[in-house]
């Protein structure tokens, strides 16, 4: 009998995504966003790059801006419009203080009950290892959680007006290998198709495959895997971290 995972909380108004690069939150969590926008609650995006060592053929200087118009318009799609860039440096992004005093910022502008970020973990399970960049965004998302709530952390943001923020109850973790949680991913699972495929010159790079294709049958795959531990409905995973 496969263990089944818990329902996501509801009890919540705002949301911060904050994950390293645009198309991180399309590969899966789009689809659970999306239903969150429905229901009227209010998700923002914060990225740590823009993405702009992402496409080989393309240099940085040129990439970058193309991918930043490429993640708005996906954000549009599931019924975002507040994406932020920290403008940290693609493939090289540093666990630090910078790093945490950014995101920590963030959460205190923005001030939201959930956090949600992707896997801070060496491996998405088994031998698959993740990024740098994954984890060090990950893991700095983690500790920025409580370091928003802590006045005697960074008071240079106080300072700037950015006053603490407690509120975060939890921080959910997509993509990792030992979820807890999850999110019907039904209404959702076609937007969160057409949210991947906004990002149409990163996709191109990346497959020969028909775009469209590639985005639909990668994430409804997914999601149905997924759905075996949610009762049969397809679904977006997460660990969640309670504070």
Known sequence: MTEQLEPMPTDWRRALAVVAHPDDLEYGCAAAIAGWTDEGREVAYLLATRGEAGIDAL????????????????AAVVGVSGVEF??????????????????????????????VTLNHRDTWGGVAWNTPDHRAVGRATLDAAADAGNRWIFPELAESGLLPWNGVRWVAVAGSNAPTHAVDATAGLERSVKSLLAHRTYIEALTDEDPEAYCRTFLTDHARAEGERFGGRPAVTFELFTR
């Open 59 to 74: 240099e940085p200087e040129k990439c970058a801006p193309l991918r930043e118009r490429e993640q708005r318009a996906s």
């Open 86 to 115: 920290l403008d940290h440096r693609d493939g090289v992004i540093e666990y630090g203080l910078p790093l945490r005093r950014d995101i920590a910022g963030a959460i205190r502008k923005y001030r939201p009950e959930l956090v």
